[in-house]
């Protein structure tokens, strides 16, 4: 079954640290973009950060700019998502996804999604 798994997620303090880790089931991630996205309740899917297949390019969000950052390691098959600085309204389920591209202004998501994990900030 071809998806993506991701991991990490859990409950820190507003201030505090999370990464998260995006890892393949089924294929190589070497060969794709990767788009984190999230979803507070009651909200729409915000695509928070991507990353080119060869790491040359990198996108984020506005409200996550100079906290996020988006790395890969192509060896270990796996993306992650280093969440510094965290605020409450950080607060959401982190899903991370295919993209169909990733340029320095935006991306789009591709076919294959995991089930995502839950970030949660509060004190």
């Known amino acids: 079954q071809v998806q993506l798994v991701e991991s990490g997620g859990g409950l820190v303090q507003p201030g505090g640290s999370l990464r998260l880790a995006c890892a393949p089931s089924g294929f190589t991630l070497r060969y794709y973009a990767i788009g984190w996205f999230r979803q507070a309740p009651g909200k729409e899917r915000e695509g928070v950060s991507c990353?080119?297949?060869?790491?040359?390019?990198?996108h984020y969000a506005d409200s996550v700019k100079g906290r996020f950052t988006i790395s890969r390691d192509n060896a270990k098959n796996t993306v992650y998502l280093q969440m510094n600085s965290l605020k409450p309204e950080d607060t959401a389920v982190y899903y991370c996804a295919t993209a169909r591209y990733c340029r320095d202004y935006g991306f789009e998501a591709g076919d294959y999604w995991g089930q995502g994990t839950q970030v949660t900030v509060s004190s």
């Open positions: 990353i080119s297949n060869a790491a040359v390019t990198t």
